[in-house]
Every structure is written in structure tokens, then in C-alpha cells.
């Protein structure tokens, strides 16, 4: 495995694992209780479940953004070993994070298996709620759309037969 399966992998293990802890944190430390301010009200801490995507678009579709993650997870995996940069790596391992903890989230939380809610927990400001997942996929697509401009190919380029 090189550096950029590598870089893929270990991201998206951690950004996974970072924002499936702090979502059980959540869950027992504000669900269910009085929103939390914090560095002088800038950031809120509240519990929100979303059974849709960002911004509560969509909120019956939550069968949709099920097949919809299982679908980039798949991609992403498949496309892993073709990886030849460490900007995609990291990029398409922020969005596995990101797609595979809101993924986690539809499957084992209520109500259901695979119509589960996402939990939501952090505002900064008046912006909408998010967790750490929604902005693993930010920050991944920043990440791919920075590698596309820069004109730094995903795979190697394979001569035509």
C-alpha cells in the first residue's frame, strides 16, 4: 500500500472514529438537556436529530441518503488502490469519514435500521446544526475540488491500447 491509500485510510479511520465518539458524547451529555453555550455564545451545543441531508433538505428521504452513502463508500473504496496522490487520499478519505459516520448513524439509530436520524449537535453562531461527519465531507470536498483545480489527477494515467 503507498502513501496515498495510506493517507486515505488513516483519515478516514480517524475522521470515522472522531466523529462517532463525539456523537456518543453528545448523546449522553446534551441530548435531551438545555443547549450549551460556549466561547461567549459563539458556539452551541444542542442535540438535533436530522433525518434528512444538511440543512434538514429532504427530511422523508432518509432511505435515499442511505443508498445515496453506501454508493460513495463503495466508489471510494473501489477507487482506493488507483489513488496516486496524497491530496486525494486525504480528500477522499474525509469524505468516506464523513458518509460512513452519517451512514452509521441512519443504520443503528432511532427509529430504525437504515431510517435512522442523524445526531446533530454542534452551531456555530446562526449557522445550521452539523457534526464532525458533515464536516469531514466539507473539508473532503474542499480537498478534491483544490486537487481538480490544481490539475492533480486521482488515478495514473493509463495509455490507451
Known sequence: ???????????????????????AIAAVTVEGKQPVHALGGAVTFTAFRNSGAAGSFAPHATLVFT????????????????????????????????AGGNLADR????????????????????????????????????TVLVQTFRGVPMRANTPAH
Open 1 to 23: 500500500m503507498g502513501a496515498p491509500q495510506r493517507a486515505l485510510w488513516i483519515t478516514a479511520a480517524a475522521g470515522l472514529a472522531v466523529d462517532q465518539v463525539t456523537k
Open 107 to 142: 443504520l443503528f439509530r432511532t427509529p430504525g435500521f437504515g431510517r435512522g436520524a442523524v445526531l446533530d449537535f454542534i452551531q456555530v453562531g446562526h449557522s445550521g446544526i452539523f457534526n464532525l461527519g458533515d464536516q469531514c465531507v466539507t473539508l473532503g470536498a474542499l
Open 67 to 98: 443508498v445515496l452513502a453506501v454508493g460513495v463508500l463503495t466508489f471510494i473504496a473501489w477507487a482506493s488502490s488507483s489513488v496516486r496522490s496524497v491530496g486525494w487520499g486525504v480528500g477522499l478519505g474525509l469524505l468516506f469519514a464523513g
